[in-house]
C-alpha cells in the first residue's frame, strides 16, 4: 500500500509533527519525523486526531499493469466488431437481436438457443459480428466509468411509428460519449402508421443527418417483426467496422467485461463474459472485482463447449468463487499466486474502505494526494 512520511502527513492535517509522534507513542510506535508508517497506521493516527482518511484506491493498477503490457503493432490480429442496440424502451431493440440472431444461426446452433442471452455472434459473409445486449443505459453508464469500452459500433433502434423519445436521445448522448459510430435503424416499418421520413428530420435535430439529405449517417429501414432488411443491417455494420480496422492481441492473457451473471442452480455462479483482449482458456484463474476462480468449462453463445475464447468472443462462464456484478471488468491471471494476492489485495481495500465510512469526524480530503 502507500506510505507517508510522519512530516507530510503532520503537514497534511496542518500540526506539529510532534503531536502525530507523541500520538503514535501512546499507540506503541515509535518514529521520527521523517520516518515513513503505511497507510492503516497513518489512517488510525489521523482517526485519533479527529481527522478522516481517504486512502486513494488505486485499482491495483500495479496488477492490472503487469497484465497489460503495451501490445505492439505487430502483436496486434483483426478481431470482429461488436455491436451494441441502444434505443427507447418498446422500439424492438430486443426484437431485432433475436431477429438477427434466428436469421442467423446455423442448423448446428439452433438447438442450443436459450431464451435469453447477453451476447453472440454471427457470421455474413464470412466476416463475424458480436452483438451485445446491454442490460440498460444505466449499465453503460456503469461499464465506462469502469474504463470498460465494449462496443464498437451502436445502432440506435427507433420504432418508426413512435420516432425520437427520450431515451432515443439518451441512447445518442451515451454512443457520443463512448465515441462509437451510430448506425440508424428505423424499426417497425411494416405498421400502417409508419413514418420513416418523420423519423429521419427529428433525427436532423440530433446531428444524425441521412446520407440522401447530405449527412454521413448511415439510415436503414427494417422490420424485426418480419426480419425485413436485416442482411442490409448486417451489410451496413460491417462496412462501418471495415472503417474501424478493430485489433487485438490473441496471444496474451484474456482481459474483457463481464456482460451478465447469475447463480445457476446445478452450475454455480455463470457468468457471459465479452474477452476484448487476449485469450480465455479453461483452467485460467481469473478476476472479476473480488470474484475470482479458475475457468472450469466455457460455453459459446450456442451452448457449445469451448476450450478457448479469442478477442470479441463472448462466452459463459463457470467456476467464478461468486457471482460478478455486470459491467465488471474481468482479466486471466497467468500466475495463480499472483492472482489470489490481488484477491487479497482487494479485500483490504473493501474493508479499508468500511473503515473510513464508520469513522469520519473531521473530514480532510485525499490524504495521500500531492
Ligand atoms: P425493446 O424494449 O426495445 O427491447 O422492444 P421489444 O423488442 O421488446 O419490442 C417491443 C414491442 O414492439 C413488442 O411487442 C414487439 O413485438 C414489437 N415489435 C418489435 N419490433 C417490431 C416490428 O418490427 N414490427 C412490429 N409491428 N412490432 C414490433
Ligand atoms: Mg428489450
Redesign the pocket.
Known sequence: GENITIKSLAEKMAINAAEVIKKLMELGTMATINQEIDSDTATIVANELGYEVNVKVEEDKEALLMQDHEDTPADLEPRPCVVTIM?H???????LLDAIRHTNVTASEAGGITQHIGAYQVEHNGKKITFVDTPGHAAFTAMRARGAKVTDIAIL?VAADDGVMPQTVEAINHARAAEVPIIVAI??I??PEADPAKVKRELTEHNLVAEEWGGDTIFVEV???NRENLTELLEMILLVAEIGEYKANPNRPARGTVIEAELDKGRGPVATVLVQNGTLRVGNFIIAGVAYGKVRAMMDHAGRRVKKAGPSMPVEVLGFSEVPPAGELFFAVEDEKLGKQIIDERHNKKRELELKATAPRVSLDDLFSQ
Open positions: 434505443g424502451v418498446d422500439h424492438g431493440k430486443t426484437s433502434v424499426n417497425k411494416d405498421k422490420s424485426a417483426k
